[in-house]
Nanobody, 124 residues
Framework: QVQLVESGGGLVQAGASLNLSCAAS????????MGWFRQAPGDEREFVAA????????TYADSVKGRFTISRDNAKNTMYLQMNSLKPEDTADYYC?????????????????WGQGTQVTVSS
């Protein structure tokens, strides 16, 4: 099992930027795809972005495409989510997750290990 710890959340104004980090420890980090998800109060957890094990392939939800960038540094066992031009509707708890597949999936059910989340609040 892999332990995941998110950091970098906070309270910002609309238009600002944040860079989330997800530090992994435990079993192999590289090789498997990883993703970012978010959950606002009263809503279901939704896909934000995902990245392949090598980092060569990425995919994004339409709502964040062009504003968010996912990346990973396998040497540091860390994944990132650079969030620019933040909007109030981006307010949520953000979770990183590790899949046990090489393929990138949008569905949370394909992700086995999850962090505890970091809160992002964007004020208007």
């Amino acid at each position: 099992q892999v332990q995941l710890v998110e950091s970098g959340g906070g309270l910002v104004q609309a238009g600002a930027s944040l860079n989330l980090s997800c530090a992994a420890s435990g079993r192999a980090f590289s090789g498997y795809s990883m993703g970012w998800f978010r959950q606002a109060p009263g809503d279901e957890r939704e896909f934000v972005a995902a990245i392949s094990g090598s980092g060569s392939r990425t995919t994004y939800a339409d709502s964040v495409k062009g504003r968010f960038t996912i990346s990973r540094d396998n040497a540091k066992n860390t994944m990132y989510l650079q969030m620019n031009s933040l909007k109030p509707e981006d307010t949520a708890d953000y979770y990183c997750a590790r899949s046990t597949y090489y393929t990138i999936y949008y569905d949370p059910k394909f992700y086995k290990d999850w962090g505890q989340g970091t809160q992002v609040t964007v004020s208007s």
